[in-house]
């Protein structure tokens, strides 16, 4: 089992390969299954992560949502209008990062990567990157053994839970997964990999979880779809040779002390930030009538 960022580097230098291989030779080792058995198994996932990225942008079956819905599919809609800021390609990226939030709030099937609240990050932005610069599936196979690898680092030297670690745990954690597999994917360094998902913690760092009516619904959805693009806007960082003066796992370090040093109220209590406002405390009225206040 590989435990922090700096062995994993170690490693791949030691063995001359990239993060997958090395993440594929443990992941075999220790599920002591075959290479096709894993495959297949990754395929079946990415396939969930497709679908969940696309499902209320393509299909008009939306479900009646407590608190959000639809926007997905509104964002898709401003995407192909031309009058978008972004362009249509990056505000699709956004829509995807909505859709899977959507599915989840719909009670659909997603791919909990690293956690639910943040589950639409690595589905939206390697969707999308995908289809963009045309990878093939099992490329992005390779591309999902990558993002574990580091989802699995931070879980076990900090914390994937919003309720510990605030939303910075979630969001943060997924866009880190979902940076480092786009800079493999896209020719870079592991080195590379390790510090678009430095980029991607640190801008988000102190990110408070604070869902309205304790749902994983608002401001979740907004979370993801921003979340999806600060994965690629880390990843373009690394890859133009930018580099952290502060390394990966140091800032696995800082974004576990500064989960702990959160108020209980902004772990996912539904006790403070926008989830204690007038208005979110309305809507949890609305939609839990018997919850005593």
């Known amino acids: 089992m590989i435990s922090s960022g700096a062995q994993l580097l170690r490693l791949c230098k030691e063995k001359n390969k990239k993060i997958s291989e090395i993440a594929l030779e443990l992941q075999l080792e220790e599920m002591d299954i075959t290479k096709e058995e894993l495959l297949k198994m990754l395929r079946e996932t990415y396939e969930v992560m497709k679908a969940s990225a696309s499902d209320v942008i393509t299909n008009d079956k939306i479900n009646p949502f407590k608190i959000t819905g639809g926007n997905a599919k509104k964002i898709l809609r401003y995407a192909q209008s031309g009058k978008s800021i972004l362009g249509e390609s990056m505000v699709t990226a956004i829509a995807r990062g909505f859709s899977t939030s959507e599915v989840n709030a719909g009670m659909g099937k997603i791919v909990a990567a690293p956690t639910a ?24 196979l390779m591309a999902l053994l990558v993002s574990g690898t580091v989802g699995r680092i931070i879980a076990t030297n900090a914390t994937i839970s919003g309720a510990e670690g605030g939303c910075q745990a979630e969001c943060g954690a997924a866009a880190a997964m979902s940076a480092a597999a786009i800079v493999e994917l896209h020719g870079g360094t592991p080195e590379q990999s390790l510090t678009a998902s430095s980029f991607a913690m640190l801008m988000v760092l102190g990110l408070v ?85």
């Open 209 to 293: 979880c604070d869902p309205v009516a304790g749902l994983v619904e608002f401001p979740c959805a907004l979370r993801n779809g921003s979340g999806t693009i600060n994965a690629l806007v880390a990843s373009d960082i690394a890859l133009s040779g930018v580099e952290s003066i502060v390394p990966f796992d140091e800032v696995v370090e800082a974004m576990y002390e500064v989960g702990n040093a959160l108020p209980e109220t902004l772990r996912e209590t539904a006790l403070g930030g926008c989830a204690a406002c007038p208005s979110a405390k309305k809507m949890e009225c609305k939609v839990f009538p018997n919850r005593l206040s």
């Open 117 to 140: 609240g943040g589950a639409g990050i690595l589905p939206g932005s390697l969707s999308w990157i995908q289809d963009k610069f045309n990878y093939t599936d099992d490329q992005m």
